[in-house]
């Protein structure tokens, strides 16, 4: 009898939290990189729609950055959770010992916490009012992390695959993603178009499900439609350039 060999579980994508920097990039393809979106397409592509497109690229390419810039939610925890364990070691270390020795190690915690002693007479009240303060900050920062909104690494390609299939929903272009490829195994005109629109990105890392098969692109497009939008979860991105 043939043993089984057990099915490896699917590792959990870790969450980043709502959190992130983006600098604006600018998308301008070339007029063959049109060309060749409208021969894929099989359908010349208007201007409005042209501008459409740019417009949602370069949102794109924020999301994406910003998502990319993105804290892991578990690695904020850990580093929450590392601060309040130094706090709390500094408060004891101030309620064990009033010795000089004991001021110097204070300030030694304090220090590795970037914070600055100026006068010595602030450790006094550091023990009755501005530990037990920071530690309750800490404990709702850890709050507000962990109920925070979170989101995976995708959602940005995955709100922009929407986006342009609705653009062309509804200026009256083909926007079918279908599975089988078609009789010459290119996909449907829209995936053959995405997939083209994918190639004038200036970047590899902007493009996902590109060098696989059109069915396969046809899938994530499908799968994206499937899971929807959702805007709580999508990173609000944050432009670095002063206006």
């Not at 060999?5 to 600098?23: C, D, M, Q, Y």
């Not at 810039?69 to 929450?80: E, G, H, N, Y």
């Not at 916490?113 to 550091?126: E, I, K, N």
């Not at 986006?163 to 053959?192: I, M, Q, T, W, Y």
């Amino acid at each position: 009898m043939k043993s089984r060999t057990p099915k490896s579980k699917r590792v959990p994508k870790r969450l980043r939290i709502n959190v992130g920097h983006a600098e604006p990039i600018d998308y301008t393809p070339t007029t063959e990189a049109w060309a060749r979106m409208e021969k894929a397409l099989g359908k010349s592509i208007p201007a409005d729609v042209r501008c459409k497109i740019k417009s949602l690229v370069e949102r794109y390419y924020i999301k994406y950055s910003f998502e990319e810039t993105a804290p892991f939610k578990d690695d904020v925890l850990s580093r929450i959770s590392a601060i309040r364990r130094a706090t709390i070691k500094l408060r004891q270390t101030l309620q064990i010992d009033k010795t000089d020795g004991a001021d110097g190690a204070a300030r030694a915690a304090l220090a590795k916490l970037a914070t600055v002693m100026r006068h010595r007479q602030v450790v006094p009240s550091l023990k009755s009012d501005l530990l037990p303060r920071l530690i309750a900050g800490i404990d709702l920062a850890e709050q507000n992390v962990r109920t925070t909104t979170s989101f995976v690494d995708g959602e940005a390609w995955r709100e922009f695959a929407i986006s342009v299939k609705e653009a062309f929903k509804s200026s009256g272009l083909p926007c079918g993603a279908s599975h089988d490829g078609g009789a010459a195994g290119n996909g449907s005109p829209f995936v053959r178009f995405f997939a083209e629109l994918q190639r004038s990105f200036p970047e590899e890392k902007y493009r996902r499900h590109y060098n696989g098969s059109p069915a396969t692109l046809a899938k994530e497009i499908n799968r994206a439609g499937e899971l929807g939008r959702t805007p709580s979860s999508t990173p609000q991105a944050v432009s670095g350039r002063a206006g």
